[in-house]
Structures are given as C-alpha cells and as structure tokens.
C-alpha cells in the first residue's frame, strides 16, 4: 500500500462485491452464513470491517489453493 492511499474505516457491500469481483447477493449470503459480520449504522445502512472482509477473503483463498 502507498503511502498516498487510505483504507477506509467500513465497506459497504457493493464495495465488497466491487474489490472482490463476486455478486452482491455472495456478500449476502457469506454475512447470512456468518463468514462476514454485517454492522448496522441504521434501518437501511449496513457495514463490514474491512480488516475482518480481507482476513476472510485471505483465509478463502488458501483454502481454495490447498483444495487444488
């Protein structure tokens, strides 16, 4: 990471979906299954950790290494 860019405090899903390349409902379905912990901000506003979306996707990735 440069010096330059800033992480962002929380992601929303589309982001996710976005940095990812996965579908917006697979973000769904990953929080539904408890792999991704949604944070409400309001009725319709919800968040991720950043941190903890990258150590998963991190984790998904070697596992999807070592299965092949």
């Known amino acids: 990471m440069r010096k330059s860019?800033?992480?962002p405090k929380y992601l929303r899903a589309a982001q996710i979906a976005s940095i990812y390349g996965i579908g917006l409902s697979t973000v769904?379905?990953?929080a539904k299954q408890g792999?991704?912990?949604p944070i409400k901000?309001?009725?319709n506003i919800t968040f991720f950790n950043?941190?903890?979306v990258e150590a998963f996707?991190?984790?998904k990735a070697a596992q999807d290494e070592a299965a092949v």
């Open 35 to 37: 792999f991704l912990r």
């Open 41 to 43: 901000f309001s009725k």
């Open 5 to 7: 860019e800033v992480k």
């Open 28 to 30: 769904w379905y990953f």
């Open 50 to 52: 950043p941190a903890e």
């Open 57 to 59: 996707f991190m984790r």
